[in-house]
């Protein structure tokens, strides 16, 4: 992928995931991080991983952002009205963010191979599903039934917080 | 061309624009959303090392793309779990800003 198709997919990430944190609306928030996750799915297909990227679609894009807009909905949640800002606790916030962010950046500066560009692929063809499928069920065959019932008891867990109390 | 660099660097704006929002903000929506920001500034990592480790037979390695595939359902888990658990709080307390939350608090 051009340089310039990264960077744009790359600000339009940033931009929008700043967005999520800077907006005081809600649903602006939600379709912030819609944004957000589609520029995530273009750098996901740059990298050659057509799968991720559309699983990324699927299940954020689609699923997760439909839960988050109708919880959203759901509560009638208003912009929040402007509180009066602890400044303390949002530059300390902020500060630790930053800190971290400085890290990153100095490890990234220290790591000799994050100079280097992505080797080419020397494969005729990228058949990502298939190897991941194989993967997934030879070597990762426990971690997949593990996630599976991790699925089946967070399915279970919404269904009994989300029932009434009898009164 | 890109390094890896840059992807490492994209990945760690976004993991502290998360971090950010989780300690700053108060309502717990937003929250929930910047953990989901935060996972898949982990995720971008991952892919990014996925392609840059070029195997013998000439294809990414793989086994990063399995776990960001466990990565993404987990943190769908989470999403549907933490939501439930805002609607059962909201029915007690009328409200999603953790300011009014602080009956464990120290």
């Known amino acids: 992928m051009s340089p310039f198709l990264f960077w744009v997919f790359a600000l339009m990430t940033l931009i929008f995931g700043a967005a999520v944190v800077l907006n005081r609306n809600p649903v602006t928030s939600a379709l912030s991080l819609v944004v957000s996750f589609l520029g995530l799915s273009a750098l996901f297909v740059s990298l050659d991983a057509y799968f991720v990227g559309i699983i990324q679609v699927l299940v954020y894009a689609g699923a997760v952002m439909v839960l988050f807009l109708f919880i959203i909905m759901l509560l009638n949640l208003q912009a929040e009205e402007r509180h009066r800002i602890n400044w303390l606790a949002a530059a300390g916030g902020v500060g630790v963010a930053i800190i971290l962010l400085i890290q990153v950046v100095f490890t990234i500066r220290h790591f000799e191979a994050a100079r280097q560009t992505f080797p080419a692929l020397s494969a005729s063809t990228i058949d990502d599903v298939r190897n991941i499928g194989a993967l997934l069920f030879r070597n990762y065959n426990l971690p997949l039934q593990i996630v599976g019932v991790l699925v089946l008891v967070a399915t279970i867990g919404v269904v009994f917080l989300s029932k009434r109390e009898p009164r | ?106």
């Open chain 2, 1 to 106: 061309m890109t390094t890896l660099g840059d992807y490492l660097l994209v990945s760690g704006i976004l993991f502290s624009i998360g971090f950010a929002g989780v300690m700053v903000r108060r309502n717990l929506i937003i929250i929930l959303m910047s953990l989901e920001l935060m996972l898949n500034a982990a995720n971008l990592s991952l892919v990014a090392f996925s392609r840059f480790r070029v195997g013998p037979d000439g294809l990414p390695n793989y086994n990063a793309q399995v776990f960001v595939f466990f990565v993404i359902t987990v943190a769908a888990a989470e999403v549907a779990v933490g939501l439930a658990i805002l609607v059962a709080l909201f029915r007690i307390r009328q409200t999603t800003s953790v300011r009014d939350i602080s009956s464990l608090k120290f």
